[in-house]
């Protein structure tokens, strides 16, 4: 099983709203990541999770808090987000070996698109 | 730079084989990966080559390295309505998790 679920699929909220993003793997993976992807554009890198401790963070505003509860959930909190924050926001994991290695082949969840108003 | 590049655009007629070409920048990559991505969905893994090889065939799908030009290519073969994507390659410099993406290869099957 290569599935990484992604809650919810469509998210609207306006620039006053907290709200959250919710992944979910039970491959045993013990690297996550979230991407940010706007139009027609490759996924850009925002935070990595490695053994649930944040690893990299891409100099990604505030307003976007990353949490990892445990080794197969990892989250994205929102608040006072603004319009140009509006995109398709993925979810992926990998198994965490060494870094460049076979285990770093990330996994992708569906996705959930984001509109900010 | 850290540009790894492909076309933007393919267009092919059903039944017809499909080249989708990327030029990657870091030679010390190990793996080098090709997505699918159909509309408002994820990131599909379709296949992937570590660099020691030339080619890899799985299914209708070829993968050919040249690593001398760093240059990666996927072919499908009997291109189907369904393979209408964008496609992206990928690779992982060497000591980081970071995948560096491709700027995407838009497909189009024409039936």
């Known amino acids: 099983d290569t599935e990484v679920t992604q809650t919810p699929k469509h998210l609207v909220m306006g620039m006053t709203n907290k709200k959250s993003l919710k992944c979910e793997q039970h491959?045993?993976?013990?690297?996550m990541y979230w991407y940010k992807q706007k139009a027609k554009k490759p996924p850009e890198l925002m935070f990595v999770?490695?053994?649930?401790?944040?690893?990299i963070n891409e100099s990604v505003p505030s307003r976007f808090s990353p949490e990892c509860p445990n080794s197969s959930l990892l989250n994205l909190h929102l608040h006072a987000l603004q319009p140009e924050d509006s995109a398709l926001y993925l979810c992926?994991?990998?198994?965490?070996?060494?870094?460049?290695?076979?285990?770093?082949?990330?996994?992708f969840g569906p996705g959930t698109r984001l509109l900010v108003l | 730079g850290e540009d790894v590049e492909q076309s933007l655009f393919l267009s092919v007629r059903e039944g017809d084989s499909s080249v989708i070409n990327c030029t990657y920048t870091?030679?010390?990559?190990?793996?080098l990966y090709w997505y699918k991505q159909e509309p408002g969905a994820g990131l599909q893994l379709l296949t992937y080559?570590?660099?020691?090889?030339d080619m890899k065939q799985d299914q209708r799908l070829t993968v050919l390295l040249n690593k001398k030009d760093k240059h990666l290519s996927l072919r499908i073969a009997d291109t189907q309505t369904g393979d209408s994507a964008i496609y992206f390659c990928?690779?992982?410099?060497?000591?980081?998790?970071?995948?560096?993406f491709g700027t995407g290869t838009r497909l189009k099957v024409l039936a």
């Open positions: 992926a994991s990998s198994q965490g070996g060494s870094a460049g290695g076979m285990g770093e082949t990330q996994y």
């Open positions: 491959m045993g993976h013990r690297a």
């Open positions: 999770y490695s053994y649930e401790k944040l690893s």
């Open positions: 870091d030679s010390s990559s190990t793996y």
């Open positions: 080559i570590f660099s020691n090889m």
């Open positions: 990928a690779e992982i410099p060497s000591g980081t998790y970071k995948y560096i």
